[in-house]
């Protein structure tokens, strides 16, 4: 037995368009181009107050924020993949994953020309993610009671029967598996601003894109002790909600994660999703599509390399290594060449090259008045 693909019939339909082959949308007045910003959210879980923190813990839903929390970016993906069957044309967009202050993810994104509002918010609210797997509502191993690994049967058992426990190909059977466990969906709030390349306001929602995870971890000084056990509650939920097939934490509910293996110890997973700093979020933080900047990795090389060695040219420093472009003519080593030196001696030598490049364009940051070394992360400065 297969699992059906077919939408869910509580979900609004979605149209269907013919994808034409170009990522831009058309242009006004003969040479505007517009772009939209956008924020999606998640659902509410409870009342909040100013800093962020449930007016009231025992009625916020923490179970359902870290369940959606896990499978965001999975969500994320799907709008994009609705949007581009949606809109006719290869959208192309800039994003950033980010948790706000209450500690759910939420996605800023900057996407190549315009689409109207009302489609944008009809793509979200028809936009889900079903999480196919087996149910985690109740914990059956807790404490020193944990499942063990038995090397006759290659896998888990029961502490006490000495009975395998379910294996992940068993638990999601189609035949024993009809319902999702969990439908994760956006929140109501859509945010849709319409921006031109180098205005002011196109600044200000670039500073969207690059906001710090720290206070909404609970990592501020700042936060108040309310925010800290929002926190707190909310790490914890993460902490026993599995994060992927491949999780640990699935022994706590009597059943094998994929692929299980002896080093696994029963609760504990070294996922991101579960550190207290990532509050869920697992997956990437900065997301750009393909064919955002219509350029291959080898041209985005090329461009590094030549803004180095202008640079360098600036502030008059003559490179410690010798530039040579080519041209080259590149062949496979095999087995036995004579003139291939070994990998040991090709690693260090490599190593060594990074080096001094790093070397000489620290030299250059410094008589540029620049700190070398300095942290210019998308995301981990504070938003403007």
Same mark, same amino acid.
């Given at each position: 037995m297969? !699992?059906?693909?077919?939408?869910?019939?509580?979900?609004?339909?979605?149209? =269907? $368009?013919?994808v034409e082959?170009r /990522?831009? =949308?058309?242009?006004?007045?003969?040479?505007?181009?517009?772009?939209?910003?956008?924020?999606l959210?998640? &659902?509410?879980?409870?009342?909040?107050?100013? &800093?962020?923190?449930?007016?009231?813990?025992?009625?916020?839903?923490?179970?359902r924020?870290?369940?959606?929390?896990?499978?965001?970016p999975r969500?994320v993906?799907?709008f994009?993949?609705?949007?581009?069957?949606?809109v006719?044309?290869?959208? +192309?967009?800039?994003?950033?994953?980010?948790?706000?202050? $209450?500690?759910?993810p939420?996605?800023?994104?900057?996407?190549?020309?315009?689409?109207? !509002? /009302?489609?944008?918010?009809?793509?979200?609210?028809?936009t889900? *993610?079903?999480?196919?797997?087996?149910?985690?509502?109740?914990?059956?191993?807790t404490?020193?009671?944990?499942?063990?690994w038995?090397?006759q049967?290659?896998?888990?058992?029961?502490?006490?029967?000495?009975?395998p426990?379910?294996?992940?190909? +068993?638990?999601?059977?189609?035949d024993?598996?009809?319902?999702?466990?969990h439908?994760?969906?956006?929140?109501? +709030?859509?945010h849709v601003?319409?921006?031109?390349?180098g205005?002011?306001?196109?600044?200000?929602?670039?500073?969207?894109l /690059?906001?710090?995870?720290?206070?909404?971890?609970?990592?501020?000084d700042?936060?108040?002790?309310?925010? $800290?056990? *929002?926190?707190?509650?909310?790490?914890?939920?993460?902490?026993v909600?599995?994060?992927?097939? $491949?999780?640990?934490?699935?022994?706590?509910?009597?059943?094998q994660p994929?692929?299980?293996?002896?080093?696994? /110890?029963?609760?504990?997973?070294k996922g991101?999703a579960?550190?207290? #700093?990532?509050?869920?979020?697992?997956?990437?933080?900065?997301l750009?599509?393909?064919?955002?900047?219509?350029?291959?990795?080898?041209? *985005?090389?090329?461009?590094?390399?030549e803004?180095?060695?202008?640079l360098?040219a600036?502030?008059?420093?003559?490179?410690? *290594?010798?530039?040579?472009?080519?041209?080259?003519?590149?062949?496979?080593t !095999?087995?036995?060449?004579?003139?291939?030196?070994?990998?040991p001696?090709?690693?260090?030598h490599?190593?060594?090259? !990074?080096?001094?490049?790093?070397?000489d364009?620290?030299?250059?940051?410094?008589?540029?008045?620049e700190?070398p070394?300095?942290?210019?992360?998308?995301? #981990?400065?504070?938003?403007?």
């Amino acid at each position: 037995m297969t !699992r059906s693909t077919r939408r869910r019939q509580d979900a609004p339909n979605l149209p =269907r $368009r013919r994808v034409e082959n170009r /990522t831009l =949308r058309q242009v006004y007045g003969g040479r505007y181009r517009p772009s939209t910003f956008l924020m999606l959210t998640l &659902d509410s879980y409870g009342r909040v107050d100013a &800093d962020s923190a449930a007016l009231d813990p025992d009625a916020y839903d923490y179970r359902r924020a870290a369940r959606d929390a896990i499978p965001f970016p999975r969500l994320v993906d799907r709008f994009w993949q609705n949007t581009r069957r949606c809109v006719g044309w290869d959208v +192309q967009y800039f994003g950033t994953v980010e948790p706000q202050k $209450r500690g759910a993810p939420h996605l800023h994104a900057a996407i190549r020309g315009t689409i109207p !509002r /009302t489609e944008l918010r009809a793509l979200v609210a028809a936009t889900y *993610h079903q999480v196919w797997w087996p149910p985690h509502d109740e914990l059956r191993y807790t404490g020193d009671r944990l499942p063990r690994w038995d090397d006759q049967v290659k896998g888990f058992v029961d502490p006490d029967t000495r009975e395998p426990l379910p294996t992940w190909e +068993q638990a999601t059977d189609p035949d024993v598996l009809p319902e999702p466990a969990h439908t994760v969906t956006f929140g109501a +709030q859509v945010h849709v601003k319409g921006i031109l390349g180098g205005t002011e306001e196109a600044g200000r929602r670039i500073g969207y894109l /690059t906001k710090s995870i720290g206070q909404a971890a609970g990592l501020d000084d700042t936060t108040s002790a309310r925010k $800290r056990e *929002h926190v707190r509650r909310l790490t914890a939920e993460l902490a026993v909600t599995p994060c992927s097939p $491949r999780c640990a934490i699935w022994l706590l509910y009597g059943i094998q994660p994929k692929g299980a293996r002896l080093s696994m /110890t029963s609760g504990r997973c070294k996922g991101k999703a579960h550190r207290p #700093e990532h509050l869920g979020i697992a997956g990437r933080r900065v997301l750009v599509s393909r064919k955002w900047s219509n350029k291959s990795l080898t041209d *985005h090389r090329a461009e590094r390399a030549e803004f180095v060695r202008q640079l360098l040219a600036r502030a008059g420093i003559q490179p410690a *290594h010798a530039v040579d472009d080519g041209p080259f003519e590149w062949e496979r080593t !095999r087995p036995g060449d004579t003139d291939v030196p070994p990998r040991p001696v090709l690693l260090l030598h490599a190593i060594h090259q !990074r080096q001094r490049w790093r070397a000489d364009y620290d030299a250059a940051l410094l008589t540029a008045g620049e700190p070398p070394h300095q942290n210019r992360s998308a995301t #981990e400065s504070e938003a403007a």
